[in-house]
């Protein structure tokens, strides 16, 4: 299994139709980009999408960020993680996450049970999981949406590692020392590369308007410091600029270069376009696709 390294690309691909994700891949892939990441909620199916991804590239790393765990039962994961690398030259990552309450109980049906005990409990079942010896990994590259210390400890002990997600440099160091120095951390960093405020700041909160509904995410940003009253209505500046990183291109380099210092290995560029189109905004993926190669 590779570890993810460099820079990654996350790109909700919900918003895309066949033709915009194969464009996505193949622009993803030329640019020298090691990893191209992607969502599950209730658009494409996680797997379907993977290897939609897996088919269009041939070098490049396709990682689920994340699939829900709620979506399908541990023997399914299993299969689907050995069946697309099996098939496709060891180039899926498999990232796992509890989801929220509106997704599993809302929008599935199902009992939001304690986050880390649940997934602990499945992972276990995927390492059980008797699949035909043609296809069966026993070595699986699996990551964890990890936030909190002890998702982060198991994300460590019993996975190659964790893909926190609207984070700060400060909870990669934590992240880092919590699960140790072998461990793949793959840490999701937002950026606009425009140093226009009145241009970025209805795109930031518009991008973060979604994730300060939920309680998984706000948790985290107390931990972080942040206050009730800076994760509430549309979001402080600090907070804000914290989340979206916005500017030229040395801005965002200094925050990349910040989360590699705190110990990540691979920073996945999220790149919303300034005037807040759907996709990845090229212009930001050209900006750094050498430096990634």
């Given at each position: 299994m590779r570890k993810?390294?460099?820079?990654?690309?996350?790109?909700?691909?919900?918003?895309?139709?066949?033709q915009e994700l194969a464009t996505l891949a193949v622009d993803v892939e030329r640019r020298g980009y090691d990893t191209l990441w992607y969502p599950e909620s209730l658009s494409y199916e996680s797997f379907a999408m993977?290897?939609?991804?897996?088919?269009?590239?041939?070098?490049?790393q396709i990682a689920s960020g994340i699939a829900n765990i709620y979506a399908r039962d541990a023997i399914t994961s299993a299969q689907g993680h050995d069946s697309l690398n099996k098939l496709y030259g060891g180039r899926f990552v498999l990232g796992l996450g509890v989801s929220h309450v509106p997704l599993v109980e809302g929008a599935r049906?199902?009992?939001y049970k304690k986050p880390v005990t649940t997934m602990?409990?499945?992972l276990a079942a995927m390492a059980a999981a008797r699949i035909d010896p043609t296809i069966k990994m026993d070595d699986r590259a699996i990551v964890l949406a990890a936030l909190g210390p002890k998702m982060l400890e198991l994300s460590g002990t019993a996975t190659k590692g964790s893909h926190?997600?609207?984070v700060t440099p400060e909870h990669t160091a934590q992240a880092r020392e919590i699960m140790g120095p072998d461990a793949w951390l793959c840490v999701e960093q937002k950026v606009i590369l425009s140093s226009d405020e009145s241009v970025v700041r209805p795109v930031q909160r518009q991008q973060m308007a979604r994730y300060m509904a939920l309680a998984n995410y706000r948790n985290n940003w107390l931990r972080l410091g942040f206050t009730e009253d800076e994760i509430t209505g549309d979001g402080s500046a600090r907070f804000?600029?914290?989340m979206v990183v916005w500017g030229g291109e040395k801005q965002i380099r200094d925050s990349i270069e910040a989360h590699q210092r705190a110990g990540a290995d691979q920073v996945i560029l999220q790149a919303f376009?300034?005037?807040g189109s759907k996709g990845t905004d090229l212009k930001a993926l050209d900006a750094f696709a050498l430096k990634s190669a």
């Open positions: 993810p390294s460099g820079l990654g690309v996350w790109c909700s691909t919900n918003v895309l139709d066949a993977a290897a939609y991804l897996l088919a269009q590239t041939s070098k490049l049906g199902h009992d602990r409990t499945y926190p997600y609207c804000l600029d914290a376009a300034p005037d």
